[in-house]
Structures are given as structure tokens and as C-alpha cells.
């Protein structure tokens, strides 16, 4: 492949931006350190589906790292040195 590294880390990125995603969703929102005695405070549970983020992002990653790690394996033809003659000038 052409661009298989600059591929792959794209895709981890959009794999990180939908970890990142996953993360703002489940965490609860940042409460005060004291709040006030008269109000209820209860910790929100998270929905069923707010894990739904994490297969795409796990899908990402897995891609990414095939693509970067199958274009270390198989230099492209731009990366290899021609053939040369016995006077050094190339076939």
C-alpha cells in the first residue's frame, strides 16, 4: 500500500477520538467537592448503550496498527534502490 503508514495513524487517531468520545459520555459530569446537605445527590448509571463507542475505537486501532505494521513489513517501490550496473549507473 502507497500510504500505509500515514493510513494507519489516521485511523488510530479517529480510534483515539472515539475512545476520547466514550470516555466524555460515561464519566459523570464533575460535581462540587462540597455540596449542599439539603440536596439529593445521586451518581447517574451509566445508559446500556454508551458502550457502543468502544467497538469502533477498538476496530480503529486494530486497523491502524495492521496498516502500519504491514507497510514496515513491505517497503514500497519507491523506498527500494534500483538495480545498478557493474559501473554503478542504474539499469
Given at each position: ?26 464519566l ?63 539499469m
Amino acid at each position: 500500500m502507497q500510504f500505509g503508514k500515514l493510513h494507519g495513524y489516521a485511523i488510530i487517531a479517529l480510534g483515539l477520538i472515539f475512545f476520547v468520545f466514550f470516555l466524555a459520555t460515561t464519566l459523570p459530569n464533575l460535581q462540587p467537592s462540597t455540596p449542599a446537605p439539603s440536596t439529593a445527590q445521586s451518581t447517574p448509571t451509566p445508559h446500556k448503550n454508551s458502550y457502543i463507542p468502544l467497538i469502533p475505537a477498538a476496530i480503529c486501532f486494530l486497523l491502524g496498527g495492521y496498516f502500519v505494521i504491514a507497510d514496515r513489513r513491505h517497503p514500497s517501490a519507491n523506498e527500494s534502490q534500483p538495480k545498478t550496473t557493474k559501473s554503478g549507473l542504474p539499469m
